[in-house]
């Protein structure tokens, strides 16, 4: 049975290091109902490894987030100003934010900017805007089922391709 050592950070006990094991899991998968068995250091899985793949390691802040200090509240730039190009500050609008779509407001007309970016599910992408680029975005857009807000349909919007820009 494979074994690692983790660092464990300080939360109510003294840092220090552990030594942790896998264990093996026999169960039916959720998704495709076939019988599986996974290896795996935290709880039983509910997926089998076809359905949902093991996640690439990501790096973690190693700062506590009670001790850190609190941010600065970010100025939103209101839809009329990003549609006009009319906002003061250059550094409000990110520059890897590149909108490939108008998210639209069908009761309003009003467009909004956004950028369709690609989750690991290939029919999923997330609906990003220029305000929350680079954190969670609420909406999603399904290429089978449409545009979604935490999950269901979202009818008050409807989704509109920009046209590509000619090469200068």
Not at 63 to 90: E, Y
Not at 138 to 150: F, M, N, S, V
């Amino acid at each position: 049975m494979p074994s690692k050592y983790v660092f464990v950070k300080e939360y109510t006990v003294q840092a220090h290091n552990r030594l942790i094991h896998t264990r093996t899991f026999k169960f039916i998968c959720k998704q495709c109902s076939a019988p599986t068995v996974r290896e795996t250091f935290g709880s039983r899985p509910l997926y089998c490894e076809e359905c949902r793949p093991p996640k690439p390691k990501t790096i973690k802040a190693t700062t506590n987030p009670k001790k850190s200090q609190p941010t600065k509240q970010k100025r939103s730039i209101a839809p009329s100003q990003l549609r006009a190009g009319k906002h003061s500050n250059s550094k409000e609008t990110p520059s890897s934010f590149f909108p490939t779509h108008n998210l639209v407001a069908t009761a309003s007309g009003e467009k909004i900017p956004v950028a369709l970016v690609p989750t690991q599910t290939p029919e999923l992408f997330r609906v990003q805007t220029a305000d929350n680029w680079g954190s969670h975005s609420p909406i999603e857009y399904d290429t089978k089922r449409g545009l979604l807000a935490q999950g269901q349909p979202l009818v008050t919007s409807t989704l509109e391709a920009l046209s590509p820009k000619p090469d200068e």
